[in-house]
């Protein structure tokens, strides 16, 4: 790793900054819609069971394995065995493919963060996010026109990544820790106004009154599954990245559950404030809440904008809820640049970061073009729901199979249990060894099969295919193709594993 990495001071940096890309765009927006999508509460209970089950020990793999042996995504499985740095390869395609997304709800952002001290937003917040921000056709088959303005705040978020690569994560971290407290500020102020409005009770009790019906559903455990990886950055490379870092205290453990616990409150939090502010729509419009909390990934920005008009000086909160927003984002996707960045550097070393960085961005922003187009929202969901469920999860169970069933996976589990402060036992080897291979193994078995028989949210083949199964199989086969270059090269795992 590079020398700015080795030098990092505190264990509370690597905290911060491992938070600060843990805590995103994925808590304030992409939470809120799948709770809505599948049901409210039903949603809460399989999400926060999975999130300490699987998603905890597997960012304690993550980070450890960074820890043990300072490399990248690929190098990381490569030392372990050469073809397993494939696991690597799909994790950084996943993450490319991420990032050409998040990017444009960055922009989102960015488009309303420029539009708040302007009236439009406060008087019909859904009409204007679809008009003013989406310039939204009302088919995935319409897609011929760009929004220029959208574009342009795509490409200005581009530039600040870059900028914010540039400047060092080191920067970027102390920056979170020192803003991060606002977000959960801010979010409870918006929640303690909006509860003030008829009908907030109402939305309460459909987040948090649980049925116990839907957890027989498994389209609603896959949804939660997909969400605790997004959520955490797992399968990413990003935690592994993350690892590199040279800590005083060497606690993983720690670092995973605090980081684990931060991102879930964060996320229960923006959960709350979109469903008051939804119990209140729906008493005033006349509308159902079941109807408006199913409105898909425009839904956060649509509440947000709502339950932000209500507040008095609406312009000046929209205006720093939005640049959070945008701040957090970029912090969530200069992570994942960075992950990627670190993965392709390690076959090109001759190459400088900075300029490996540049090409990664330069290749997204044009990658995210797509997403500008009028038919841009149909084709991110699309995106988002396959890459997340078949590429996210396979790359998980991967990583629990290999750590968990190696000859010598119980020396590497007193490693961590020696460098931490708090002790893992035995439960984190279960879990890696067992529960979430199995978990994760019946998640992905039903999503095949229930994705071959269901076209996905009923948009076109062709979407669903080009957008859905083509951005997965471009994911498998850059692993694929990465085993069989990596094959001739086979080496000793456990020397590298455990060096000492
Ligand atoms: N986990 C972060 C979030 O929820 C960051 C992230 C970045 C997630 C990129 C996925 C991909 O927003």
């Given at each position: 790793?590079?020398?700015?990495?080795?030098?990092?001071?505190?264990?509370?940096?690597?905290?911060?900054?491992?938070?600060?890309?843990?805590?995103?765009?994925?808590?304030?927006?992409?939470f809120p819609?799948?709770v809505?999508?599948?049901?409210g509460a039903?949603?809460l209970?399989?999400?926060?069971?999975?999130?300490?089950?699987?998603?905890?020990?597997?960012?304690?793999?993550?980070?450890?394995?960074?820890?043990?042996?300072?490399?990248?995504?690929?190098?990381?499985?490569?030392?372990?065995?050469?073809?397993?740095?494939?696991?690597?390869?799909?994790?950084?395609?996943?993450?490319?493919?991420?990032?050409?997304?998040?990017?444009?709800?960055?922009?989102?952002?960015?488009?309303?963060?420029?539009?708040?001290?302007?009236?439009?937003?406060?008087?019909?917040?859904?009409?204007?996010?679809?008009?003013?921000?989406?310039?939204?056709?009302?088919?995935?088959?319409?897609?011929?026109?760009?929004?220029?303005?959208?574009?342009?705040?795509?490409?200005?978020?581009?530039?600040?990544?870059?900028?914010?690569?540039?400047?060092?994560?080191?920067?970027?971290?102390?920056?979170?820790?020192?803003?991060?407290?606002?977000?959960?500020?801010?979010l409870f102020?918006i929640l303690l106004?909006g509860l003030?409005?008829?009908?907030a009770?109402?939305g309460i009790?459909y987040y948090l009154?649980?049925?116990?019906?839907?957890?027989?559903?498994?389209?609603?455990?896959?949804?939660?599954?997909?969400?605790?990886?997004?959520?955490?950055?797992?399968?990413?490379?990003?935690?592994?990245?993350?690892?590199?870092?040279?800590?005083?205290?060497?606690?993983?453990?720690?670092?995973?559950?605090?980081?684990?616990?931060?991102?879930?409150l964060v996320a229960l939090l923006s959960g709350l404030v979109v469903f008051v502010t939804i119990g209140?729509?729906?008493?005033?419009?006349?509308?159902?809440?079941?109807?408006?909390?199913?409105?898909?990934?425009?839904?956060?920005?649509?509440v947000?904008?709502?339950a932000?008009?209500?507040?008095?000086?609406?312009?000046?909160?929209?205006?720093?809820?939005?640049?959070?927003?945008?701040?957090?984002?970029?912090?969530?996707?200069?992570?994942?640049?960075?992950?990627?960045?670190?993965?392709?550097?390690?076959?090109?070393?001759?190459?400088?970061?900075?300029?490996?960085?540049?090409?990664?961005?330069?290749?997204?922003?044009?990658?995210?073009?797509?997403?500008?187009?009028?038919?841009?929202?149909?084709?991110?969901?699309?995106?988002?729901?396959?890459?997340?469920?078949?590429?996210?999860?396979?790359?998980?169970?991967?990583?629990?199979?290999?750590?968990?069933?190696?000859?010598?996976?119980?020396?590497?589990?007193?490693?961590?249990?020696?460098?931490?402060?708090?002790?893992?036992?035995?439960?984190?080897?279960?879990?890696?060894?067992?529960?979430?291979?199995?978990?994760?193994?019946?998640?992905?078995?039903?999503?095949?099969?229930?994705?071959?028989?269901?076209?996905?949210?009923?948009?076109?083949?062709?979407?669903?295919?080009?957008?859905?199964?083509?951005?997965?199989?471009?994911?498998?086969?850059?692993?694929?193709?990465?085993?069989?270059?990596?094959?001739?090269?086979?080496?000793?795992?456990?020397?590298?594993?455990?060096?000492?």
């Amino acid at each position: 790793m590079n020398q700015k990495m080795d030098k990092l001071p505190t264990t509370a940096v690597f905290l911060f900054a491992a938070i600060g890309s843990a805590v995103g765009l994925g808590n304030i927006w992409r939470f809120p819609y799948l709770v809505g999508k599948y049901g409210g509460a039903e949603f809460l209970i399989p999400y926060f069971l999975l999130l300490v089950v699987v998603g905890v020990p597997l960012l304690i793999l993550e980070l450890a394995l960074g820890q043990r042996l300072h490399r990248g995504p690929v190098s990381v499985f490569k030392s372990i065995m050469p073809p397993l740095g494939g696991i690597g390869v799909a994790a950084s395609l996943a993450g490319c493919l991420i990032a050409i997304y998040y990017a444009v709800v960055v922009a989102w952002s960015l488009m309303m963060l420029f539009s708040s001290f302007g009236s439009g937003w406060q008087v019909d917040p859904a009409s204007f996010f679809f008009r003013e921000v989406l310039h939204s056709s009302s088919s995935p088959n319409h897609f011929y026109l760009i929004s220029t303005l959208l574009l342009f705040a795509l490409v200005i978020c581009w530039i600040c990544v870059y900028l914010f690569l540039w400047r060092g994560v080191r920067n970027s971290s102390v920056l979170v820790a020192v803003i991060m407290p606002i977000p959960f500020l801010l979010l409870f102020i918006i929640l303690l106004n909006g509860l003030s409005y008829p009908g907030a009770w109402e939305g309460i009790v459909y987040y948090l009154k649980p049925s116990v019906e839907t957890l027989y559903d498994a389209e609603v455990w896959v949804a939660a599954m997909t969400q605790v990886f997004f959520s955490l950055s797992l399968g990413l490379g990003i935690m592994i990245t993350f690892g590199n870092y040279e800590l005083t205290h060497k606690e993983v453990v720690r670092c995973a559950c605090l980081v684990a616990l931060a991102d879930g409150l964060v996320a229960l939090l923006s959960g709350l404030v979109v469903f008051v502010t939804i119990g209140h729509m729906a008493s005033s419009g006349g509308l159902s809440i079941e109807d408006l909390a199913a409105s898909g990934p425009t839904l956060s920005f649509i509440v947000f904008a709502k339950a932000l008009s209500l507040l008095p000086g609406a312009p000046f909160f929209a205006f720093i809820f939005f640049l959070i927003l945008f701040v957090l984002g970029l912090n969530g996707l200069a992570s994942l640049v960075e992950a990627v960045a670190l993965a392709v550097r390690e076959h090109f070393p001759s190459i400088s970061k900075a300029t490996i960085s540049l090409y990664v961005c330069i290749f997204c922003c044009l990658g995210g073009l797509i997403y500008t187009t009028g038919a841009g929202l149909y084709f991110l969901d699309t995106v988002d729901h396959f890459v997340t469920t078949f590429s996210l999860l396979t790359v998980g169970l991967a990583q629990a199979l290999v750590v968990g069933w190696l000859p010598r996976a119980l020396e590497f589990q007193k490693w961590v249990h020696s460098i931490s402060q708090w002790k893992v036992g035995r439960l984190w080897l279960w879990s890696i060894k067992y529960i979430s291979p199995a978990i994760l193994t019946i998640l992905l078995a039903f999503s095949f099969y229930h994705e071959s028989k269901h076209l996905y949210a009923s948009y076109p083949l062709w979407v669903v295919f080009t957008f859905g199964w083509g951005a997965v199989a471009l994911t498998y086969l850059g692993w694929g193709l990465y085993a069989i270059y990596a094959t001739e090269n086979r080496r000793n795992v456990t020397e590298l594993f455990y060096p000492d």
